[in-house]
């Protein structure tokens, strides 16, 4: 919003906007209050730190694509034996 149309707001407006801002974080929940203040810290941070930041999540992304779930039908079953199968 630029600074020429704030001016043509009156204080009523304002104050409205701000109770219905303050009433929509007020019923946000806790997950979603985090993801705000990420974002805001995210803009503050130097192009480096952001980069890094990035590099951490793709990495721990792909960790997690790699890694089986233990109920995953791909897992190695610990109680077989290849000595069994011999005839």
């Known amino acids: 919003m630029s600074v020429q ?3 043509k707001l ?5 104050e409205t906007r701000r109770a219905k801002d ?3 974080y007020a019923n946000m929940t806790p997950k979603q209050r985090q993801a705000i ?3 805001q810290n ?3 941070m130097k192009p480096k730190q952001k980069q890094a930041q990035k ?3 793709r990495a721990c992304r792909e960790l997690c694509r790699n890694t089986l779930h233990k109920d ?3 897992m190695a079953n610990p ?3 290849s000595m069994d199968d011999s005839p």
């Open 5 to 7: 149309h704030r001016q």
């Open 10 to 14: 009156t204080d009523e407006q304002i």
């Open 22 to 24: 303050r009433a929509r």
């Open 37 to 39: 203040r990420d974002r």
């Open 42 to 44: 995210a803009r503050n």
């Open 55 to 57: 590099d951490q999540y």
């Open 72 to 74: 995953s039908i791909a």
């Open 79 to 81: 109680f077989y034996n």
